[in-house]
């Protein structure tokens, strides 16, 4: 009896061994369930349709009116009617932390990024939202917790090039020309006829000596304006195909009407056989918003001095005549 009982384990322990194996396959090859999918932050888009339903006091005070807002990780974030980014912690409803934006800012969510020092941090992304004719791929990010504003990586960046000002650059508020116009001085000549024509024979405007072996000049001009002192330089790139000139207008705001004025205003720049020389504006109107850039005016090449004066308008002596806003 003991003898058939042992031969019994025995053969059990070995058909046991026999299909543990093929067990296992099955396991392994059996269909494992998806996993789910990753929760998505909520994001809202105010772009048109602003409303409101509340008010929030700020630290001090201020009482700012906004919507229902959207909320992760425990934080409610509302982009309010007076354009400020305002944080409240769900369980509380304290204000843990609130900034000022721009009305550029439409769109609002989450995302998690990192920083220029490599660390992740969740954060609130503001987007100027889907009825942006301009910037559409800007975004500004603040840290979630503290409303820290954060540089990303990968954002909108510098041009391509090495930064640089004009050697020497001048503006002013009046000429003799009432249309706008940009033009590429590339010779003595030019540069005598084209100051005449803009300010007049006796003009000190803009006569310091330019080694136009070396150098030549960028002269950009509004004509009939409003409200404006001249034409200036943000800044200037230069990389291996053109020199990009970034320009901006010295604006100002009058009571009871505005100055006619005619802008303009001429940088002094390398001389690069084979560049294309770039005239950018400053297009963003919006307080606080992120820099916007419009091309103003462009050329291929170093015109010759017979097509650089078949650019320049002619002279107008009645200065005030045709304005248009």
């Given at each position: ?65 906004v919507g229902k807002g959207v909320e992760w990780q425990g934080v409610r974030v509302h982009l309010a009617l007076t354009w400020h980014l305002v944080a409240v912690d769900v369980e509380t409803g304290k204000v843990l ?27 609130v992304e503001l987007g100027p939202g889907r009825r942006a004719r301009r910037g559409k791929d800007l975004r500004q990010y603040h840290d979630l917790r503290t409303g820290e504003k954060l540089e990303v990586p990968g ?152 097509e650089a004066l078949k650019d320049l308008p002619p002279r107008s002596d009645e200065p005030h005549e045709g304005w248009d806003r």
């Amino acid at each position: 009896m003991i003898r058939r009982t042992a031969a019994l384990a025995l053969l059990l322990a070995l058909g046991f061994a026999a299909t543990a194996p093929a067990l296992l396959r099955a396991e392994e090859e059996a269909p494992r369930p998806p996993a789910p999918p990753p929760v998505r932050p909520p994001s809202a888009d105010h772009s048109g349709n602003r409303e409101s339903n509340t008010w929030i006091e700020l630290p001090g005070g201020t009482r700012v009116a906004v919507g229902k807002g959207v909320e992760w990780q425990g934080v409610r974030v509302h982009l309010a009617l007076t354009w400020h980014l305002v944080a409240v912690d769900v369980e509380t409803g304290k204000v843990l932390w609130h900034r000022n934006t721009s009305a550029f800012w439409n769109e609002i969510g989450f995302r998690e990024v990192e920083t220029k020092d490599g660390a992740k941090v969740q954060a609130v992304e503001l987007g100027p939202g889907r009825r942006a004719r301009r910037g559409k791929d800007l975004r500004q990010y603040h840290d979630l917790r503290t409303g820290e504003k954060l540089e990303v990586p990968g954002g909108p960046g510098a041009p391509s090039g090495d930064l640089f000002l004009p050697r020497k650059a001048w503006d002013g508020d009046q000429s003799h020309v009432a249309e706008s116009f940009g033009l590429l001085v590339t010779s003595k000549e030019v540069w005598t006829q084209v100051r005449e024509r803009l300010w007049g024979a006796d003009s000190k405007n803009a006569t310091d000596e330019i080694d136009f072996e070396k150098e030549v000049v960028l002269v950009l001009s509004s004509g009939n304006s409003w409200n404006c002192d001249g034409i200036t330089c943000a800044a200037c790139w230069e990389d291996e195909k053109r020199i990009l000139v970034r320009t901006g207008r010295k604006t100002y705001q009058t009571m009871n009407g505005g100055n006619k004025t005619r802008p303009w205003g001429a940088f002094v720049l390398p001389r690069r056989e084979g560049s294309v020389y770039v005239a950018e504006r400053a297009a963003q109107n919006l307080i606080g918003g992120p820099a916007l850039w419009k091309e103003l005016w462009r050329t291929d090449r170093l015109p010759k001095d017979e097509e650089a004066l078949k650019d320049l308008p002619p002279r107008s002596d009645e200065p005030h005549e045709g304005w248009d806003r």
